[in-house]
């Protein structure tokens, strides 16, 4: 196969590289876009789609595809605390709606969608090492699934393949912010349990997820302190159902139901990568990741594909510096996301909040703009900075008398 030269080659095609690939192809940059996967296939996910991301799929012209799978709309969050349950809608008018669609059919729409806007696209492909020259990143070499080895040439590569990214290590990228893994979760897909919200119920040392998905089945995942993974992983089975003991009501519904899949599970590190450097770029997981409590991990992907096809566009056009457009990226998604970082981490120990929180939430049962703010902060609509400021809690404890 003859080389080629291009502006962008993009390693990994889930819901980082392919939208950074399909803008770029979309500024008139040639772009080859590689997975050692190929498409459908599935991987770990928390599925949900908060709308935000949603917002996303609408600006790049994807989102009816996405409806017209058959993914249901979800307007509705709760939060389950025991006591009391927090309900609320954590859109904004113009993007109420979230999804949780199976990874099978939003990744296989997100690499056709690149493919349409003119990328090229190898599925099984492998990279086997990145190359370099006068330390500067210029290119990859991989093989094919037939064994083929490959030597392609860009302007710049992009890692886009997870938190176990071969490009991030190839480069040493600089790791920051770092937090040890702190949940361990499970998840599996049921028929017969309906659902019409993302139902989040939170217990001691346990809380558990469940949303409507494609196939009329439920996705439910549920998890635990990292501390207890040792001792659980023999039998993931009976201590994910022993779980919901402590929910009657959805014990008792899920008792209903019927399990149409194995487990999937992990626990996943917290940190922060320098995103660039002589010749690369990291988006998604391979540049930033936290705890899947919060489920924020597909809109992060979306964000900095936008973020980042940017900051390349600019360098690629010549209009701006390279080491000043990325720079600039990597700082906007650090102040965007610390608040959700900190806030992720400290729900990721799933002990209980501290009592001035739980007075906060008690306070807004029944303010129902109080609990879509609280919905839409968990959504990644609204920073938890600016939810939780003391003039905000001030007029939530005043609403509540």
Not at 114 to 131: H, K, P
Not at 188 to 211: D, F, K, Q
Not at 274 to 292: E, I, Q, T, W
Request: aromatic share 10%; net charge negative; glycine share 10%.
């Amino acid at each position: 196969m003859a080389e080629n030269r291009y502006d962008a080659i993009v390693v990994g095609a889930r819901c980082a590289g392919s939208p950074t690939a399909m803008l770029l192809a979309r500024k008139g940059y040639k772009v080859l876009l590689v997975d050692r996967s190929t498409f459908p296939s599935d991987t770990l996910s928390t599925h949900v789609l908060h709308p935000p991301g949603a917002a996303a799929l609408k600006r790049w012209g994807l989102l009816d595809q996405l409806a017209a799978t058959g993914c249901p709309p979800i307007d509705t969050y709760s939060f389950d605390f025991g006591f009391f349950t927090l309900t609320g809608a954590p859109g904004t008018e113009d993007d109420p709606l979230a999804y949780c669609p199976r990874r099978t059919v939003l990744d296989k729409l997100l690499v056709d969608a690149a493919a349409a806007a003119g990328v090229e696209v190898r599925e099984g492909f492998t990279i086997d090492e990145l190359v370099v020259d006068d330390g500067r990143v210029t290119g990859v070499r991989g093989h094919s699934e037939r064994g083929q080895t490959v030597t392609e040439h860009a302007t710049v590569v992009i890692g886009a393949d997870g938190r176990f990214s071969t490009v991030a290590q190839a480069v040493r990228a600089e790791q920051y912010n770092e937090k040890p893994q702190l949940l361990c979760g499970y998840y599996t897909y049921w028929s017969s349990l309906p659902s019409e919200s993302v139902e989040i119920y939170v217990r001691e040392e346990r809380g558990w997820l469940a949303a409507p998905t494609h196939d009329d089945l439920t996705l439910v995942v549920g998890g635990w302190p990292f501390a207890e993974f040792d001792a659980n992983k023999s039998d993931v089975e009976g201590n994910y159902m022993k779980m919901f003991e402590q929910a009657p009501e959805f014990a008792e519904r899920i008792g209903n139901a019927k399990r149409e899949a194995r487990f999937a599970g992990t626990a996943v590190p917290n940190y922060f990568r320098k995103p660039y450097g002589p010749g690369y770029a990291l988006v998604g997981d391979a540049g930033y990741n936290k705890d899947f409590i919060t489920a924020q991990g597909i809109m992060d992907a979306f964000r900095d594909a936008e973020l980042c096809a940017d900051a390349l566009g600019q360098s690629l056009t010549g209009s701006r510096d390279f080491d000043d457009a990325m720079g600039e990226y990597q700082s906007t998604r650090d102040a965007h996301v610390m608040p959700m970082f900190e806030f992720t981490a400290m729900l990721a120990t799933l002990e209980p909040p501290p009592p001035e929180m739980q007075q906060l939430f008690a306070a807004m049962v029944g303010n129902q703009e109080a609990m879509d703010g609280f919905m839409r902060v968990n959504a990644g609509v609204t920073s938890p900075a600016e939810f939780f400021t003391e003039e905000n809690i001030g007029r939530i404890f005043a609403a509540a008398g």
